[in-house]
């Protein structure tokens, strides 16, 4: 008689069928995290089973030994398969690299190897025998060395999948304890069943459950599929940070349903996590239809969206950035996404308000200009009555013979030609700011234009005896501007360093440099430097700001109304360019205008 019927090989028997069909039920969702390794074992549990099935029911030893023989190919697979389980269901994958898996795989071909070897070396197992004493006959054998280095390394790697899949699941938010228990039981159940065996501490002796366990651990993952969605859902990681930040995070799996959403959405929506994960998003969001449909497919998206008012007494609606990133596997299949919500309803507020602001200040401003305008209009015409009949009373003086009153008229005179100076600039500025003033940009030879300046300003530089020197190069060219804005701009600001220098130099210069973009532009630099009295950098900051001075003292000493350089400055901008300071308190100033050398006439 070659075969044996014992009622104990029915365990195998129904370990092997379960196995079986687990791993179609386990096929149906192959596309989900660690469903591969799942499968691979299963089919690993099935041959374990069968083979052992087969190795029980033989009596003839040589038959029992091949069958044994068949059972670690599945034997060594199942540790391996079950660390690759872990590291894919965890989010570890980029470990499951093909050098790792050729690595993990030495152990477990050696061992097949050795196994089916083993009448040369007695390494896997010694004193093979044929035992038949009990109820049903087994063999009997000593195990060698290397079954136990064999079991070391199985333990091993077992215990690094089963470390990964409690630590997950111990950082994990309470919503997945079911899973925690399922996962807990499938890996605590095949330790039992194989230690139980290997020392021999088995309720029915002689006889391996280790696969049955495994079968017992393939129904609870399958039971925990569709309980508690194991492969569909898995917990993401997240650290604290997540819980407590302020942006809404929402993580999809590949058919769009809610895998995790951090407190800030639950909030945002009115909806506890256990309430929302699992279902479609088209479901929790039903509120926003055209959004869902939208951004169904996206996988990849930074846009800003308007959601409705939350009550109907809010006149504001809610914006919200919104970025959307896909979320791969390792073999870079498509495993869900996550969106990241940030609400920035407050700063529109603030941004409108500030528009608003801003607008009103504009408004303001031209308001302003055009008053100035106005006023500096109207003033002009008495004023320049009152210059006219000066100058006949000058004249009149002069031929009296008066000196007093040729004094006092003078006077007169030269207060008018301030005042109208002042009035000038006040209405030049003015139209610069209400955007009226007109640009007559022209061809200037620039040689000629420094010599015209210089020739002026030689006798403003004097008034504090000071020095001008002028640097022109001859070859320096043209500039295409308007030459009155220029001549003007140029006399401010050597007006401006011969009122603070005293005894000292005034140097006036010109060139030509490219742009250091090297884009094919090319500026004119003129320079106006002084050895006077310099400024603060605190002071510089308000160089541009019309009627500004530095202080009391300055401006009682010095004079000036602080409109000079401000004007200069907004010639240069009308023009294209810009003005650059330098200075240095008690040594000295030097301001630059910087004007493009070509522009449209």
């Known amino acids: 008689m070659y075969w044996q019927y014992t009622p104990y090989v029915l365990p195998l028997v129904f370990s092997a069928l379960v196995s079986a069909g687990l791993v179609i039920v386990v096929w149906q969702h192959r596309s989900a995290a660690g469903a591969t ?117 199985a333990y091993v790697v077992l215990g690094l999948g089963t470390v990964f899949l409690m630590q997950q699941f111990t950082l994990s938010p309470r919503l997945y ?18 230690v139980m065996y290997i020392f021999r501490l088995s309720p029915i002796p002689r006889l391996d459950l280790t696969p049955s366990t495994f079968a017992f651990s393939g129904l609870l993952f399958v039971w925990g599929l569709y309980r508690y969605r194991l492969l569909d859902i898995m917990p993401v990681a997240r650290a604290t940070i997540i819980e407590s930040m302020q942006d809404g995070v929402i993580v999809l799996d590949a058919r769009n349903r809610i895998v995790d959403i951090n407190p800030a959405v639950q909030r945002f929506i009115g909806i506890t996590a256990s309430e929302a994960i699992g279902y479609p998003a088209a479901q929790i969001f039903s509120s926003w239809p055209d959004l869902i449909a939208r951004y169904r497919d996206v996988t990849e998206a930074k846009v800003e969206i308007v959601l409705p008012p939350p009550h109907p007494d ?61 006023v500096t209009h109207e003033l002009r015409t008495p004023l320049t009555a009152i210059m006219g009949f000066t100058e006949l009373l000058q004249e009149k003086a002069a031929e009296s013979g008066d000196a007093d009153m040729s004094t006092y008229v003078d006077k007169i005179l030269a207060a008018a030609h301030h005042l109208l100076f002042m009035i000038n600039n006040v209405l030049e500025l003015s139209r610069i700011e209400a955007g009226k003033a007109q640009l007559s940009r022209q061809v200037v030879n620039v040689p000629a234009l420094v010599a015209d300046i210089a020739q002026k300003a030689r006798s403003l530089a004097a008034k504090n005896s000071n020095v001008l020197r002028v ?93 000079g350089l401000a004007l200069c400055y907004n010639f240069c901008q009308a023009m294209g360019g810009h003005v650059l300071v330098e200075s240095e308190l008690g040594v000295g100033s030097t301001f630059t205008m910087r004007l493009p050398a070509f522009a449209p006439i």
């Open 471 to 563: 640097k022109c190069p001859p070859d320096i060219g043209t500039l295409h501007a308007d030459i009155g804005m220029v001549r003007q701009a140029l006399l401010y600001l050597v007006d401006n360093a011969a009122k603070f220098t005293q005894n000292g130099t005034i140097t006036l210069s010109a060139s030509r440099q490219p742009d250091p973009a090297d884009n094919g532009i090319e500026w004119i630099l003129f320079s106006v430097s002084d050895t006077g009295i310099g400024m603060t950098a605190e002071q510089m900051e308000h160089l541009s700001e019309p009627f500004w001075q530095a202080d009391s003292s300055i401006t009682r000493k010095y004079g000036g109304s602080g409109l």
């Open 314 to 374: 809010n006149a504001w609606p809610r914006y919200l950035d919104m970025h959307i990133s896909s979320l791969h596997g390792g073999a870079g299949q498509l495993r869900g996404r996550l969106i990241i919500l940030r609400d920035i309803t407050e700063y529109k507020r603030v941004e409108q308000d500030l528009r608003q602001a801003k607008d009103l200040a504009e408004a303001a401003n031209r308001a302003k200009s055009v008053f100035l305008a106005t």
């Open 177 to 194: 304890r079911g899973q925690r228990v399922v996962l807990a039981l499938g890996a605590l159940l095949p330790w039992v069943g194989n």
């Open 37 to 153: 390794p799942l499968i691979f074992i299963l089919l690993a549990v099935v041959v374990w089973s069968a083979g052992n099935t087969l190795e029980l029911g033989c009596v003839d030893l040589q038959a029992k030994l091949f069958w044994a023989n068949v059972e670690y190919l599945g034997i060594v697979s199942v540790p391996v398969a079950w660390l690759a389980f872990a590291l894919q269901y965890t989010g570890r994958e980029k470990w499951l690299t093909r050098r790792n898996l050729a690595w993990l795989a030495v152990m477990p071909l050696l061992t097949v190897f050795l196994v089916w070897t083993n009448e040369a070396h007695n390494l896997m197992r010694s004193n093979v025998r044929l035992d038949a004493d009990g109820p049903f006959s087994v063999v009997s054998k000593t195990y060698g060395p290397w079954f136990w280095l064999n079991m070391a390394y």
